[in-house]
């Protein structure tokens, strides 16, 4: 049970060993690094009537990177809360109100680490907002790994990868990814949503690799 609260909540900064707040992974002065590299996010795509531009909070680069693969590849799971921070300040107030919903990890990752890197980024997000998490999307078992794949293939694979879980979706999320390569994952997930009867998409995502 302590190594778990300890996984959680650590007591000292994943970077320099200082002392942290009870359920941050950085320390202020290292969290700050990742608000400098934040603080110019801006849209990657121009969006559509239906589909608002994709905003990300930062360039996969940099300090932020290397949070990132320390959240996702060392299992850092305490810096969630601290990242959902980051692309909170991004989202405006008129749209606080809308369900959170996620692209989801490829089951072998989240197997192997043992959580969803993304589903939990919607889920602290959602608390900081007063809204609520719903799962929307699904990724088949047998789908390819994105990340493994070129930019055509990456293409053909995101158009069969994900289904809807419910006939029913609300008419207007916020829908989140962590980490946006081609955009073709995040591109399929509207789609679905789209095609489910939903009819405002906001996107956001972590970083832009």
């Not at 801006?42 to 009537?49: F, P, S, V, W």
């Amino acid at each position: 049970m302590n190594i778990l609260y300890r996984w959680i909540f650590p007591s000292a900064c994943i970077w320099c060993g200082k002392e942290v707040l009870v359920g941050d992974a950085l320390c202020g002065p290292c969290f700050s690094r990742l608000q400098v590299e934040a603080a110019n996010s801006r849209k990657i795509n121009g969006g559509t009537a239906l589909q608002e531009a994709c905003v990300y909070v930062a360039n996969y680069s940099g300090a932020f990177k290397k949070a990132i693969i320390q959240w996702k590849v060392a299992n850092n799971y305490s810096l969630t809360r601290q990242f959902a921070q980051l692309m909170h300040v991004n989202i405006p107030m008129d749209i606080w109100n809308l369900p959170v919903t996620s692209i989801p990890g490829h089951k072998m990752s989240i197997r192997k680490r043992g959580w969803d890197a993304s589903s939990e980024l919607g889920k602290a997000l959602a608390k900081m907002i007063n809204s609520r998490w719903i799962r929307l999307i699904e990724r088949h078992s047998k789908s390819d790994m994105q990340k493994k794949l070129g930019r055509e293939d990456r293409y053909n694979n995101a158009s069969d990868m994900l289904y809807c879980r419910r006939d029913i979706v609300p008419p207007a999320v916020i829908l989140v990814d962590d980490v946006r390569t081609t955009g073709e994952t995040m591109s399929a997930g509207e789609r679905i949503l789209l095609e489910h009867g939903c009819k405002q998409i906001h996107s956001f995502v972590l970083a832009q690799d």
